[in-house]
């Protein structure tokens, strides 16, 4: 069956990284775009970043660009988000997902506080 499970998250100070993984199985991974999306506490889920089939096209979400980074390996089936200089609110539970988002796994806990 399909799976996808976050992992990488967890309690970072302002201006601190933490790199996210992305595990999938279960469906043509290398064939779908990928995208990355964040519900903060009390707010709806949000849309954070995306990445083409190959790799080769990324989006971000204006909220993070130039902070945060979108990549994959599509050999070990493996979504990445390399988050850098994170913000207080860059608070929330991170999902990944296709593009179309047909799935929805767990999530994984990010929380950038002093």
């Known amino acids: 069956q399909v799976q996808l499970v976050e992992s990488g998250g967890g309690l970072v100070q302002p201006g601190g990284s933490l790199r996210l993984s992305c595990a999938a199985s279960g469906f043509p991974f290398s064939s779908y775009w990928m995208g990355w999306y964040r519900q903060a506490p009390g707010k709806e889920r949000e849309w954070v970043a995306r990445i083409s089939s190959r790799g080769g096209s990324k989006n971000y979400a204006d909220s993070v660009k130039g902070r945060f980074t979108i990549s994959r390996d599509n050999v070990k089936n493996t979504l990445y988000l390399q988050m850098n200089s994170l913000k207080p609110e860059d608070t929330g539970v991170y999902y990944c997902?296709?593009?179309?988002?047909?799935?929805w796994g767990q999530g994984t806990q990010v929380t950038v506080s002093s």
């Open positions: 997902n296709t593009d179309s988002r047909n799935y």
